[in-house]
């Protein structure tokens, strides 16, 4: 699952390698919740692509919902503490809950966020992260359903910024970053 493409700190994940993958995911989530109806919860604004692609590659009914924290390099990060924007509509008590993350970095925001939404009850709680850097990582976070594992390198594309711009590219790269 690692994508490790010449030369270090570079990484490129192709649209069809993107595409192919999450469709193995959401055959996969369809299988481990089949009789269920899960709740997907989308972190905005990085994970909106993964999220749409997602959700239709799971052959289950389901319901979705949004939230928003604060943004990458808010200096509250490295406290730990992270600012929630917008949060979520629908309660989600005694439902079968999956975050969906486009990338897990340091893990600080998982873990808060994990924190915020157990407190809450659901009846369980997974996450879908399209991207993980482990080399990054400050706080253990679990990973359920992982896209890519990838090498410490600024990427963006397929929703990730790079200075808000980018987010609409099909694919991953951290070329010319
Ligand atoms: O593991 P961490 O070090 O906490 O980093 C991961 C977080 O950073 C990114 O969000 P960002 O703050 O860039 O906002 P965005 O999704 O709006 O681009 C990403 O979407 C994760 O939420
Ligand atoms: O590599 C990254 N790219 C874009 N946003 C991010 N947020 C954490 N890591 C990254």
């Known amino acids: 699952m690692s994508i490790f493409h010449p030369g270090k700190g570079s990484v490129q994940i192709t649209e069809a390698e993107i595409q192919g993958r999450i469709k193995a995911l959401g055959a996969e989530i ?50 730990g503490e992270v600012e929630v924007l917008k949060d979520l509509r629908i309660p ?7 975050v969906v993350e486009d990338i897990v970095d340091t893990g600080i925001t998982l873990n808060y966020l994990l924190r915020m939404l157990e407190a809450r009850q659901p009846a369980s709680l997974k996450v879908a992260a399209l991207l993980s850097k482990p080399a990054r990582r400050r706080v253990e976070v679990p990973i359920d359903y992982l896209g890519f594992e990838i090498e410490d390198a600024f990427v963006y594309g397929y929703g990730l910024d790079r200075s808000q711009f980018d987010r609409n590219l099909p694919f991953i790269t951290s070329q010319g970053d």
């Open 92 to 98: 989600i008590a005694n439902r079968h809950v999956i």
């Open 30 to 79: 369809a299988r481990d919740y089949a009789g269920q109806d899960p709740h997907l919860v989308c972190v905005l604004n990085g994970a909106f692509i993964f999220m749409a692609d997602l959700v239709r590659a799971i052959d289950l009914p389901l319901s979705m919902d949004f939230l928003a924290v604060s943004s990458y390099g808010n200096s509250t990060r490295t406290s």
